[in-house]
């Protein structure tokens, strides 16, 4: 399904308040708030069977703070932040079976320092470097 991004709403007139877009069976797609055409404060997205597929925070339009994202399944899948759009800060991935994939740092949106990335079973699989740190 395409998520209705525009600012404005179908009279034209820019998006305030509660916000939520639905997919064809009626089920939640999208829950939140605009401020004058503007995401801001939590938003919520949904998977077609009702779990949360990822939630966190917008201001200024532009995500930020923490985020997290799940599977089909409800299992977590990732966990970021972003500043003013950005990643930053630490990210991880899991793998289906809940292990850590991988984990690394982001500063200004860019991967930096050392990046390790974990087999299922929770071993080390390889490190690598990524920019100044």
């Given at each position: 399904m395409k998520m209705d991004d525009g600012k404005?709403?179908?009279?034209?007139?820019?998006?305030?308040?509660?916000?939520?877009?639905?997919?064809?069976?009626?089920a939640p797609a999208c829950t939140g708030q605009y401020a004058e055409?503007?995401?801001?404060?939590?938003?919520?997205?949904?998977l077609l069977n009702g779990t949360v597929k990822?939630?966190?925070?917008?201001?200024?339009?532009?995500?930020?703070g923490a985020w997290i994202?799940?599977?089909?399944?409800?299992?977590?899948m990732q966990t970021g932040a972003f500043d003013d759009g950005k990643?930053?800060?630490?990210w991880r991935r899991y793998h289906s079976n809940g292990a850590l994939m991988d984990e690394g740092e982001y500063v200004n949106g860019h991967k930096i320092g050392e990046w390790r990335a974990y087999n299922p079973d929770g071993t080390l699989k390889k490190t690598s470097r990524h920019g100044k740190k």
């Open positions: 404005y709403d179908a009279d034209g007139r820019l998006k305030h308040g509660s916000f939520e877009e639905r997919f064809k069976n009626g055409g503007e995401k801001t404060g939590e938003w919520k997205y949904y990822a939630a966190g925070n917008y201001a200024n339009d532009q995500m930020t994202w799940h599977r089909e399944n409800g299992e977590l990643r930053v800060g630490v």
